[in-house]
């Protein structure tokens, strides 16, 4: 069993760009979800090891070894993550332009 985790960064800031009051839950995800927008936004062509995000699941009460790894839908600009060793996945939308995207120049105003 995976689950797609669907997350648009929108739900989780303010009207003024600040994280908004979140359950615990949702903290924990937008953690995750803003660690994969460093990784993937990142200029590098291959993200600093401090960047590189652990997959956040745990199988059977074990951290799943797993390391994120990220593509872009060239249509939509989503960020799309998934675990290789879990297949957890996710896309995330509205991240341009957030404090958490370093790809700054390719931002169209
Ligand atoms: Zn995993």
Same mark, same amino acid.
């Given at each position: =069993?995976? /689950? /797609? #985790? !669907?997350?648009?960064?929108?739900?989780?800031?303010? %009207?003024?760009?600040?994280v &908004?009051?979140?359950?615990?839950? &949702?903290?924990?995800l937008? @953690?995750?979800?803003? @660690? !994969?927008?460093? =990784? @993937? /936004?990142?200029? %590098?062509a291959? @993200?600093?090891?401090?960047?590189?995000?652990?997959?956040?699941?745990?199988?059977?009460?074990?951290?799943?070894?797993? =390391?994120?790894?990220?593509?872009?839908?060239?249509? /939509?600009?989503?960020?799309?993550? #998934?675990?290789?060793?879990?297949?957890?996945?996710?896309? !995330?939308?509205?991240?341009?332009?957030?404090? #958490?995207?370093?790809?700054?120049?390719? !931002?169209?105003?």
């Amino acid at each position: =069993m995976s /689950t /797609t #985790w !669907i997350t648009d960064l929108d739900d989780f800031l303010d %009207e003024n760009g600040d994280v &908004a009051d979140l359950p615990l839950h &949702a903290q924990r995800l937008f @953690a995750h979800v803003t @660690a !994969i927008i460093v =990784m @993937a /936004t990142n200029p %590098e062509a291959e @993200a600093p090891p401090e960047y590189l995000v652990r997959c956040r699941r745990r199988p059977n009460h074990k951290w799943c070894p797993g =390391m994120i790894q990220t593509d872009q839908d060239p249509e /939509t600009g989503e960020i799309i993550w #998934w675990c290789p060793v879990c297949n957890d996945t996710g896309v !995330i939308s509205s991240w341009q332009g957030t404090i #958490w995207d370093l790809s700054g120049d390719d !931002i169209e105003h």
